[in-house]
């Protein structure tokens, strides 16, 4: 382990230098402009995957995005890890508060600055480069397979047929996934559950064109009036959510559960600051911790209608539209909540107006066993890196494929990431520690070394 | 008046070319990018009064976009009718639900299609060019000045000051102002109530930065699911303004008054089918034309948060923006209602939020008596014209000005306007039928020789 360990710090440099190469190409899976883009980082990662020690790697075509999959069989009767990614990224806006140039990456205060430095290029480099040091070294003890895709942020619409008609090639023992963070440096922790998704988005039409506010105001429906109406009362006054059934399947955590849930540390106080908000909010009897981690939630992600430029104009819109999305938990399915939604958003409709509620993407919620020898594999190799038993955390996030993994290949998956919540990830200023990478790319090989001689 | 009728049937063809040159000018005042249209567009319009037999004709310039200042005066004893309009026009977006180029005008269907083909350079153009016939036929019976401002649509805001320091210039017996409509061609009308106008902005801030919607949804407050409880909440079941002290000044009808008010023609059914709405919504309690004309009312003109974009974005953003503008009917005073409603809003914001609220522009109500020797001339020249005696009718908009007028000047404004509903002022595809055009161009000299014989 030396070896790998002395052959990182050795080609750190390099291994920067690359990273920021692939931080470089403006992946954004939501854009279709960015079409080339994604074939571009997709086959630079296939290259990248070669040189680093990969018996072959192939750019394959799907309906959408391509998937890289590269492997290495070392002994077919070794254990196999699935490596599972994304280079897809999220969009830029609002890009005025960027403080640098978000696909022009740059070393600073000891974190890279830039667009998928942490989510999840910066993360699955580390993958990466934690093989290549291991091949160096002729010390990789397990095959590896990797699989990155370019669409996990607009909910891997192409992977779950992907993975359908490649069972046999994606065959593994796990699948090592780093697209998750822990509770700090100084409090590592192993992601253990995840949160699902439905996301909708609702249209609201009243007048077949935009009308003038004063000859018609007081008159007419507005919808942007009336969207604001229907968004405003899918929530209670007690954070609930009030679409019938929501919560039927929600499973309700145990007095014991709860209080062992809630040991994980937390201060109301440092969160609110570093948010800079005067008081949280969320369903009523629950803490903070419970909201985000075991508990349902539903956010407007986007809204807009009618004149949103500079200056005033007196228009009643047409339409107005929301995008609105619902993180769920364990055993609520995805699918079902987006046709209640459907079906809830239809009926509180007023005549005045018609409706149009499309479902964008979703994936069920994800539970980890902590018991499985790859969990204790990555727990082991966190202490020799970090100095400490990592916790079992339960994040808000979603990785709706990860649920779809389970079920179409049958393989858990290990939730390992390396980010931190002030990474920033989906927000502009996404950063990612030097620190963060280093512990990250050190930890991999110990993984590997553990999950081989695991039973 | 024969010789100047025909005069204008004769010119009829050289003068819509020379609208359609007016109409080229995308004389958008909400937007900066458009400044030096708007100078272009002063000078186009002042050599076009020069030509058409004015004196003298200035762009006068003032803090924001320049008047246009044109004057003939033929005798300093008879009566002085001053010509008031704007040339500034709305934005064009939604852009892509135009069927032509707004600044492209064409003739299609017997109508002229374009961005301000109605409002208001297709209207004040009538002024000009019946100026101009009663000047080539000699036959002009009053003075003439021309005040035509490039801030209209942004609530005048550089107009008030210009009145106050051209008193003596714009001195006058009657302000004639064509930026209104009639009810129909059938039923010709003249406007005598204009409701006022408060324009305003709201910003809710939650978090200092966009934030993963599944890391911290359900524990965070979401600017934009609040802004959506804010704004819901500003109007009530019953469609009334939930602002304290909103409705303190509003006069009531009499019963009397309300039976009157209601003789105008309408039908309920044609409205929503040339709407193509299911219903109509408005305060309980009140007729469509009564919540329209007399009462007052509160919309949202446009709102925006989050990703908006194509495809999907995880986000709870920062902030979240709302423009808000009530219509206020007599007597209402629009800057204690915009004082309301930023006190209202603060009081009613959460403390996980901050809310920022902006007095955008305002304008107050504005009623003409209908026994005014202008308003008779009006109708008499309507009836020569139309073949109708011509009703009073209560406009659901708003001419800021035309309350400032009467304060600052002391001349009321007569409100003759040949638009038609149908001519969607301030949506895409607006347009200005050529009957319309004719009949006013035909019906003004009419007004002038009225209004020069009566006492």
Redesign the interface.
């Known amino acids: 382990m030396k070896a790998v360990h002395n052959y990182i710090a050795e080609n750190k440099d390099r291994f920067l230098e690359e990273l920021f190469d692939l931080l470089r190409i403006p992946s954004i899976?939501?854009?279709?402009e960015h079409k080339p883009d994604m074939v571009r980082c997709a086959e630079w990662l296939a290259a990248a995957l070669v040189k680093a020690g990969a018996d072959s790697a192939e750019v394959m075509p799907t309906d959408g995005n391509p998937v890289v999959y590269a492997e290495k069989i070392i002994d077919p009767k070794a254990k196999t890890v699935l490596v599972y990614g994304h280079y897809d990224v999220?969009?830029v806006?609002?890009r005025a508060?960027w403080n640098t140039e978000p696909f022009e990456p740059v070393i600073k205060n000891g974190r890279i600055w830039g667009r998928g430095a942490d989510d999840d290029k910066g993360q699955l480099f580390m993958h990466a480069k934690a093989f290549e040091a291991m091949c160096a070294t002729d010390t990789l003890p397990c095959n590896v397979k990797f699989m990155l895709e370019g669409e996990e942020?607009?909910?891997s619409p192409s992977l779950y047929k992907f993975c359908e008609e490649n069972k046999k090639m994606l065959k593994a023992d796990i699948i090592l996934v780093s697209d998750t963070?822990m509770i700090s440096l100084n409090t590592p922790s192993i992601t253990c559950g995840l949160?699902g998704?439905t996301?909708m988005e609702v249209e609201v039409t009243?007048?077949?064109?935009?009308?003038?506010?004063?000859?018609?105001?007081?008159?007419?429906?507005?919808p942007?009036?009336v969207?604001?109406?229907l968004?405003?009362?899918l929530?209670d006054e007690n954070?609930r959510v009030t679409i019938p059934g929501f919560y039927d399947d929600v499973r309700e955590l145990t007095p014991a559960e709860r209080k062992a849930f809630n040991k994980a540390p937390f201060c109301l106080r440092n969160y609110k600051k570093a948010?800079?908000?005067?008081?949280?909010?969320?369903?009523a009897g629950y803490t903070?911790i419970e909201?985000?981690g075991v508990?349902?939630?539903?956010?407007?992600?986007?809204?807009?209608?009618?004149?949103?430029?500079?200056?005033?104009?007196?228009?009643?819109?047409s339409k107005?539209?929301?995008?609105i999305?619902m993180?769920l938990v364990p055993n609520q399915d995805y699918k079902k909540i987006g046709k209640l939604f459907e079906k809830h958003f239809k009926a509180i409709a007023?005549?005045?107006?018609?409706v149009n509620v499309k479902f964008?993407?979703g994936g069920a919620p994800y539970v980890a066993p902590t018991d499985m020898p790859a969990y204790k594999a990555a727990e082991k190799a966190i202490v020799d890196t970090f100095g400490k038993k990592p916790l079992p955390f339960y994040?808000?996030?979603?990785i709706p494929i990860i649920s779809g993994f389970e079920r179409i290949l049958g393989i858990k998956s290990l939730l390992i990431g390396f980010g931190l919540?002030e990474d920033?990830?989906?927000?502009?200023?996404e950063s990612y520690g030097l620190e963060q990478f280093d512990k990250g790319v050190n930890t991999i090989p110990l993984f590997y070394k553990y999950f081989a001689e695991s039973k």
Do not use: C
Not at 29 to 32: D, E, G, R
Not at 206 to 222: E, I, M, Q, T, Y
Not at 295 to 317: A, H
């Open positions: 899976s939501a854009q279709s999220m969009p806006d609002p508060e942020e607009i909910g963070s949160r998704l996301y009243g007048p077949n064109k935009d009308l003038h506010s004063g000859l018609f105001g007081g008159a007419v429906a507005n942007a009036n969207l604001t109406r968004v405003s009362s929530v954070g948010l800079d908000i005067g008081d949280v909010e969320g369903e903070t909201r985000t508990r349902p939630s539903l956010d407007v992600n986007g809204i807009w209608g009618g004149y949103i430029e500079e200056g005033t104009k007196t228009v009643i819109p107005a539209y929301a995008k999305s993180r007023p005549k005045s107006v018609k964008l993407h994040s808000g996030g979603s919540s920033a990830i989906h927000s502009p200023n």
